[in-house]
């Protein structure tokens, strides 16, 4: 709900404080006249029967109104710096008040305004419209005119604002981005893919080359073995001539018609 004024409490105590001074002032100044007449002798001296043991005190009313009014006066001393923390209270309350039904009128207006209630027209019948719908709210029917008249002002000046970061425009961009953030997500699912598929087919690849180093040294081993083993039984082992060529000449005895 809006501040519509102070409370009946904060009313009350300012009425409390204002009657306390002006009580105070002219208890003050009475008892200043009263004093200076009895100083002067055109009035008595209040008489009070004041007794300090066995000894009667003749003067004690004098000095009571005498102290009073020293009193008084000291009190008279405080009351300028009073009544100006009162009134900085009260102005400071009523712009915090004030502030927060504007803001919050503001508020209201601008998001009216976001959602294109209000319709292209000249300075003055875009301040009454927001004027009249914030008369129109609930809370804000008993708010001081020059307060809606500032909060409209204020939400006229940011029409453009309201207009570029309408409730339209701004759902508009997050679907756009909510758009962009969804086929960003589907590259990088496609990237994790790939990445997958590339470091199998790396496997794969030094799989197939250790097997064929592997098949190679046993060729080798073979090759070796053979050097060692066909010679034994009589036959020749002679290099390649090429690549996928391995002859062999066989040595048999003379004679045994073999050429």
């Not at 904060?10 to 002032?25: D, E, F, K, P, Y």
């Not at 009667?56 to 009571?64: E, I, Q, R």
């Not at 710096?81 to 102005?91: D, K, P, Q, T, Y």
């Not at 496609?190 to 064929?212: F, G, K, N, P, Y």
Request: proline share 5%.
């Amino acid at each position: 709900m809006f501040h519509n004024g102070p409370s009946l409490f904060q009313n009350a105590r300012q009425w409390g404080a204002m009657l306390a001074l002006w009580a105070i002032s002219t208890l003050a100044a009475a008892m200043c006249v009263a004093s200076a007449m009895a100083a002067l002798g055109q009035i008595p001296w209040p008489s009070l029967p004041v007794n300090w043991g066995n000894d009667a005190w003749p003067d004690a009313g004098m000095w009571v109104q005498v102290g009073l009014t020293l009193l008084l006066l000291c009190l008279c001393f405080f009351l300028p710096a009073n009544a100006r923390m009162a009134r900085l209270e009260r102005s400071h309350r009523s712009f915090q008040i004030g502030m927060e039904d504007v803001k919050r009128a503001y508020a209201l207006a601008h998001a009216a305004d976001r959602t294109g209630v209000f319709t292209l027209s000249s300075e003055f019948e875009s301040v009454r419209q927001r004027m009249d719908l914030l008369r129109r709210h609930p809370d804000l029917s008993e708010l001081e005119p020059e307060l809606l008249e500032l909060a409209a002002q204020m939400s006229f000046q940011s029409r453009d604002l309201a207009r570029a970061y309408s409730d339209e425009k701004v759902q508009r961009a997050r679907e756009f981005l909510r758009a962009r953030q969804s086929e960003a997500d589907q590259l990088a699912e496609r990237i994790r893919l790939a990445r997958m598929t590339s470091d199998e087919l790396r496997r794969w690849l030094t799989d197939v080359e250790a097997e064929e180093r592997r098949n190679l040294s046993q060729i080798r081993r073979l090759e070796a073995d053979l050097r060692e083993i066909l010679p034994a039984l009589g036959y020749a082992f002679e290099d390649p001539r090429d690549a996928n060529a391995l002859p062999l000449a066989l040595h048999g005895p003379k004679g045994d018609g073999l050429h």
